[in-house]
């Protein structure tokens, strides 16, 4: 019932090391919820606060990274994150599988909506005394939009460019777009409709360093 108070257990365990040039962390993620109450809110279109029930998400992130450039005198910083989730209703409560939002449909066994089972992030980039250039790719797995499983989104994946130049000491000019490729995706169904992800940016700055 609504009267039961939402209880939330998490807890993550992971390693960070070296293997000669390579650094790496790999952890481990974990949180059981207990009459897990959905509030109202305009933004994700829920109309009335209730208990979905218990539920559960865990996963695994593992980053590794190292320079490549140790042998031609620059820096090539490279790295990969990579994210695995799982999500899963263990046990309903009153209201359940009969909301009309994105909770519909709600069976035990089945995903949360809009957790992706995979995320990855690849970065690599160029280091010279004054200057610097980097590009990073991030991917993400289609997702569901409601808790009964039946319509989902589309995986998608977006680059951005970066450049900094150094003009002196704490002076540093930058450059960047995001979504190089101007990439069309649609990273949210809520509220009331597909939301499109940013199309390409181009953007310029200093940065001052007190």
Do not use: C
Request: aromatic share 14%; net charge negative.
């Amino acid at each position: 019932s609504m009267k039961e108070i939402e209880e939330a257990v998490s807890f993550e365990i992971g390693v960070r090391g070296a293997l000669g040039k390579l650094f790496y962390e790999v952890a481990f993620f974990n949180t059981d919820f207990e009459n897990l109450l959905v509030l109202e809110s305009l933004g994700s279109s829920i109309s009335n606060t209730y208990n979905v029930g218990d539920a559960n998400t865990r996963g695994i992130e593992g980053f590794i990274a190292t320079d490549l450039g140790e042998n031609f005198g620059i820096g090539i910083p490279v790295s990969l994150t990579a994210t695995f989730t799982d999500s899963e209703f263990d046990d309903l409560g009153p209201a359940g599988g009969d909301a009309d939002d994105f909770y519909t449909g709600a069976e035990v066994g089945n995903s949360f909506a809009y957790i992706p089972d995979t995320q990855l992030n690849f970065r690599i980039g160029l280091e010279f005394d004054n200057k610097s250039t980097y590009l990073n790719y991030f991917y993400q797995d289609d997702v569901f939009t409601t808790a009964g499983n039946t319509e989902s989104l589309d995986s998608y994946g977006v680059l951005d460019w970066s450049g900094f130049l150094e003009l002196k000491e704490g002076v540093t000019a930058f450059a960047k777009v995001t979504n190089l490729t101007d990439n069309d995706y649609a990273h949210s169904n809520l509220p009331r409709g597909y939301r499109p992800g940013a199309p390409r940016i181009w953007s310029l700055g200093m940065e001052f360093d007190f």
